[in-house]
């Protein structure tokens, strides 16, 4: 069984550019969560999703950032306009709908912005 | 605003040492409490504990949750130096299931 999938693993862009990171969740799960881990700090949700559906976007910020989980597809978390502060790593995780808060956590998008 | 801590936030032992690891947790509406090791990449999933009381194990890893007192901990036996990783709690919301993590316990088994 893959596990949770996510691309690429490592990305550079420049200030101004977007930033777009994939994620497969595991076979048979329906729920994908996207975390940030900011350098020094934990990893803190960002947004909750379900196919075709948004769930929760409490972490978010409020600009520039946006998810999408699409009927066919893997989930995609796109960041416009970056900026150095958006450097940090970006994990995703799936859970089975039988049991929603045991979360599978994939590599992580470690992002750097120059 | 939720809040999870850990301590302490880094140890050094010995292999063969044992080592507790500890957790408190503030969330609102909490579900159940998660344990996850990171290495150099994905957090791998530990435990997850809903009741209070009652122990997991897995191997030389065991984890027990406290719900009169918040808080949780990790036990370690007979440690080895696969075991260094960063320890991480989560305590999870009823309904949206997000967890809100610690910042950590790096662990560190010298040979």
């Known amino acids: 069984n893959a596990g949770v999938m996510q691309n690429p693993r490592h990305l550079v862009r420049r200030r101004g550019q977007e930033a777009r990171l994939r994620c497969s969740p595991m076979?048979?799960?329906?729920?994908v969560y996207w975390y940030r881990q900011l350098p020094e700090e934990g990893l803190k949700f960002m947004v909750y999703?379900?196919?075709?559906?948004?769930?929760?976007e409490s972490g978010m910020p409020k600009e520039r950032f946006s998810a999408e989980f699409p009927k066919e597809g893997p989930s995609i978390l796109r960041i416009q306009q970056v900026v150095r502060g958006d450097s940090a790593a970006y994990f995703c995780?799936?859970?089975?709908?039988?049991?929603?808060?045991?979360?599978?956590f994939g590599p992580g998008t470690r992002l750097l912005v120059l | 605003e939720d809040k999870v801590v850990q301590s302490p936030l880094s140890l050094v032992v010995h292999e063969g040492d044992t080592v507790t690891l500890n957790c408190s947790y503030e969330?609102?509406?909490?579900?159940?409490l998660l344990w996850y090791k990171q290495e150099k990449k994905a957090p791998t999933f530990l435990f997850m504990l809903?009741?209070?009381?009652i122990e997991k194990k897995s191997g030389r890893l065991s984890s027990i949750l406290d719900k009169k007192e918040l808080s949780s901990i990790l036990n370690i036996t007979a440690t080895q130096t696969g075991d260094s990783a960063i320890y991480l709690c989560?305590?999870?919301?009823?309904?949206?299931?997000?967890?809100?993590f610690g910042k950590g316990t790096l662990l560190t088994v010298n040979p």
């Open positions: 995780a799936s859970s089975p709908i039988t049991s929603q808060e045991t979360q599978y």
């Open positions: 076979k048979g799960h329906s729920h």
């Open positions: 999703l379900q196919k075709e559906n948004i769930i929760d």
């Open positions: 969330v609102t509406n909490f579900r159940s």
């Open positions: 809903t009741s209070s009381g």
């Open positions: 989560a305590g999870s919301t009823v309904g949206n299931y997000k967890l809100t």
